[in-house]
């Protein structure tokens, strides 16, 4: 089944997240191997544009907080790891602890 938004033919997930939003997913996510200063012009380019549009943040906002819904169980679901994970609960105590002595 092909997906259309307007005349455009929609490819993949990510390219309706860009035509929803307007901007490439590039711009607020970065790229692979991007040096300092690449990042640094990148995210000059976006401060610029939230600045030129500031219902865009949001707009952003109740998007994700949307996808966050539809997909909840997607992104909370536990994956079972080989190695327990520490409890950081337990580093907070022993701090507590040693600011007490």
Do not use: Q, Y
Request: aromatic share 2%; charged share 30%.
């Amino acid at each position: 089944m092909k997906h259309f938004i307007g005349h455009h033919l929609v490819a993949s997930t990510d390219e309706v997240l860009e035509l929803a939003i307007g901007t490439p997913l590039d711009l607020w996510f970065g790229v692979e191997d991007e040096n300092e200063a690449e990042r640094a012009a990148r995210l000059d380019a976006a401060r610029d544009i939230l600045a030129d549009d500031p219902e865009l943040t949001d707009r952003l906002t109740a998007r994700a907080a949307l996808a966050l819904d539809v997909h909840s169980a997607d992104v909370l679901r536990v994956v079972a790891l080989p190695v327990p994970l520490p409890c950081p609960s337990g580093r907070h105590r022993r701090t507590v602890a040693a600011r007490a002595a």
